[in-house]
């Protein structure tokens, strides 16, 4: 099972030396290009995780150098889960924040298909069967 909750004094315990604003752009072409469509949600393989000690995370399956735009799911206390296109411009952005809003790379994580993580479950579930609301 991965483990997916993290609270802030986890973060040291964790390999997380790795800024992901230090990433290399080779770094992120390892990840697959992006695919023309995503109609079987969940099955995406997750091959990068990104958090911070705000409590964000950054599943992230996907990428296109060319425009480069990630594709994943996306995680925040407050907003709860979404899926889809994020820009790496966006992600350098919480960099310039600071410390507790700087993404990290979790170094120990192992691919994973996107329903095989907790805490994105229920959102999968949701989004293959949305509710019923009449």
């Keep these: 099972m991965?483990?997916?909750?993290?609270n802030?004094?986890?973060?040291?315990?964790?390999?997380?030396?790795?800024?992901f604003c230090d990433l290399k752009p080779s770094?992120?072409?390892k990840l697959p290009g992006l695919a023309a469509d995503h109609f079987c949600i969940g099955e995406e393989r997750i091959y990068m995780h990104l958090l911070n000690?705000?409590?964000?995370?950054?599943?992230l399956a996907e990428y296109g150098p060319i425009g480069k735009k990630f594709f994943g799911f996306?995680?925040?206390?407050?907003?709860?889960?979404?899926?889809?296109?994020?820009?790496?411009e966006d992600l350098l952005k919480f960099c310039k924040k600071g410390?507790?809003?700087e993404p990290m790379v979790d170094e120990?994580?192992?691919?994973v298909a996107a329903k095989e993580i907790p805490s994105l479950q229920g959102?999968?579930?949701?989004?293959?069967?949305?509710?019923?609301?009449?």
């Design 2 to 6: 991965v483990q997916t909750s993290i």
């Design 8 to 19: 802030t004094s986890t973060l040291e315990t964790l390999d997380l030396s790795r800024k």
């Design 27 to 29: 770094d992120l072409t």
């Design 53 to 59: 000690k705000k409590k964000m995370h950054w599943y």
């Design 74 to 88: 996306y995680e925040d206390r407050s907003n709860g889960i979404s899926s889809g296109f994020c820009s790496l």
């Design 99 to 101: 410390d507790p809003w």
């Design 108 to 111: 120990n994580w192992k691919p």
């Design 123 to 134: 959102y999968i579930k949701m989004m293959i069967c949305p509710p019923d609301i009449m």
